[in-house]
């Protein structure tokens, strides 16, 4: 196998007693959808606030592209090329979607303080944010403020924030959270776009969405991971079953 994008090796996070994430060694191939899923309180956010740099490891480490990152604050991993979304979409309500993903690209320039030229003078922002907004799907909405969009909207527009700083990992939290049915099949749809020239980290409790997204898919129990595997092996696990996708019969 060729070396991952990303390998987490016996990476841990506590806060106090409770091992959130305990020990946790992953690879994450190149190229690939790789959901994380698990019960409430399994510690997939927390493993994903350690991928991105919003909280700091206990013990183990983090490697992108083969450099030790486990230490690196989110905005190097940021320009380094790892993108992150949350759990609730967080959007600026006063911007248009230009304006949002103009203001993301500029977070990827060397010097993001720049305060004597308007940041549509700069041609590298307008091309990366031009191209998240065909990429999120939003171009018919670029006059459009981020506080009149429909919540659907409001996550593709996150998407394309994420997408607007040139990642090739994306960290996405349940993307579908919150979402009805209609809009819950847009985003898939948008994932599964951007999951051609991408490599997606998907934590997502839909399991249709995450069978029908994800090539690898990891178990995470009690910060633990209890299997990994193709969909088709998850669906089978007993243990899986027993411990988080019921005892029905897949």
């Known amino acids: 196998m060729a070396e991952p994008i990303l390998e987490l090796r016996g990476l841990s996070r506590r806060f106090g007693a409770l091992r959130a994430v305990d020990k946790v060694t992953l690879a994450f191939e190149r190229g690939r959808v790789h959901a994380v899923i698990g019960p409430n309180g399994a510690g997939k956010s927390t493993l ?96 459009a403020r981020a506080k009149d969009l429909s919540y659907g909207e409001q996550r593709q527009l996150e998407i394309g924030m994420v997408l607007a700083t040139s990642p090739q990992l994306l960290l996405l939290d349940e993307p579908l959270a919150g979402l009805g049915h209609d809009e819950a099949l847009a985003v898939v749809d948008l994932l599964r776009a951007i999951a051609v020239e991408h490599t997606l980290v998907l934590v997502e409790h839909d399991m249709d969405a995450v069978f029908s997204l994800a090539a690898a898919v990891t178990v995470l129990v009690n910060g633990k991971v209890l299997e990994t595997g193709t969909p088709a092996q998850i669906r089978a696990s007993p243990a899986v079953r027993e411990a988080y996708l019921g005892e029905e019969e897949p």
């Open 48 to 143: 994903l606030n350690l991928l991105s740099g919003e909280l700091r490891a206990d013990g183990g480490s983090v490697h992108f592209r083969g450099e030790d990152v486990t230490r690196a604050p989110p905005d190097r991993l940021s320009r380094l090329g790892i993108g992150r979304s949350f759990q609730t979409a967080t959007v600026l309500e006063g911007l248009t979607c230009e304006e949002t993903l103009r203001l993301a690209a500029q977070s990827c320039l060397r010097s993001s303080m720049r305060f004597f030229r308007p940041s549509d003078r700069y041609p590298e922002v307008n091309a990366r944010a031009e191209r998240a907004l065909g990429e999120c799907r939003m171009t018919a909405r670029r006059s």
